[in-house]
């Protein structure tokens, strides 16, 4: 399909929605700096390039004939750590890769990796890779590989290494463009430190990305949940959906627990996993309903 020539628009606008925006993108002889310009002459405060418009808004465009297709990502954190953030950021990738889309994970942190003939790895960092169906550069999709199983900032100490946000953002970027979807897993919970400075909040934070909150499903999870959530909307991001993920099998009064987040959190419950005594993201991933995040 041809695109037809570009003409400014008879009436500039003081700001662009995100419509706007992929129509203008969608013409390829557009500079965004004709566009991002004009938003700077004439919109004052709160001043957003097209492509952060689209990058809030989780719509970026997909090169490509006719009109693009947007591509997708998602950060996703949890309550805790080992409340199986891995589990679920694997279970999206085989759902997506599934429908036929291409689909890649990143893990930008990973403490407490192993040391290899090939250098430092991490079983979550593989498992990501297993699951999508994109190949990928192993500095992209984790940037940090720490030896020592501890918080990441202490990791990173240990071996002279600062956690840059800008290199992780920069690596984003990049598998970006090589995929449909990108399912970014956090490290721990939302505000774990990363360097003297910054922690995961930060980093959720300069990635822009709509989250998944995985919360692990025993005794206290209901206001490990909440203030999660609240931490979230704090840094003015969107909580697009939430999975109950049941670490502890014992758990009392399940269903009544699920019941309150499902009226408390005030987002979409993206699948309920049952427990698994050996984590199944292939199995998990028949579980997540991707209508949730397709409606949004």
């Not at 919970?189 to 990635?207: C, I, Y």
Request: glycine letters at 8%.
């Amino acid at each position: 399909m041809a695109r037809p020539p570009w003409h400014p628009p008879h009436r500039l606008q003081s700001s662009y929605d995100v419509r706007t925006v992929q129509e203008l993108l969608w013409h390829k002889d557009v500079p965004t700096t004709i566009i991002y310009t004009d938003v700077l002459n004439r919109s004052g405060k709160g001043l957003q390039s097209p492509l952060d418009i689209l990058r809030s808004a989780n719509k970026w465009p997909l090169a490509g004939q006719g009109v693009r297709q947007m591509k997708k990502a998602y950060f996703i954190t949890g309550t805790d750590t080992g409340v199986g953030k891995t589990l679920v950021a694997c279970a999206l990738l085989h759902a997506f890769v599934r429908q036929g889309s291409k689909a890649v994970g990143m893990k930008p942190v990973a403490a407490g990796c192993v040391e290899t003939s090939a250098g430092l790895r991490c079983d979550d960092v593989e498992n990501l890779r297993a699951a999508g169906n994109v190949v990928a550069p192993l500095e992209w999709v984790n940037p940090y590989a720490l030896l020592s199983p501890v918080a990441p900032h202490i990791a990173a100490e240990r071996v002279g290494v600062e956690i840059s946000l800008e290199q992780i953002d920069l690596s984003f970027r990049q598998l970006r463009e090589m995929a449909d979807v990108t399912v970014v897993e956090g490290v721990g919970g939302f505000a774990v430190p990363l360097n003297a400075r910054q922690d995961t909040a930060d980093m959720a934070e300069m990635l822009g990305l709509p989250v998944i909150l995985v919360v692990g499903m025993r005794l206290g999870c209901i206001n490990h949940a909440l203030l999660a959530a609240q931490a979230i909307r704090h840094k003015g991001l969107r909580l697009a959906a939430w999975v109950a993920n049941r670490i502890d099998p014992d758990m009392s009064a399940f269903d009544e627990n699920l019941h309150a987040l499902e009226i408390r959190l005030a987002a979409p419950l993206l699948g309920v996993i049952p427990y698994q005594a050996e984590a199944d993201p292939d199995m998990a991933s028949g579980l997540m309903d991707l209508n949730v995040l397709r409606s949004q």
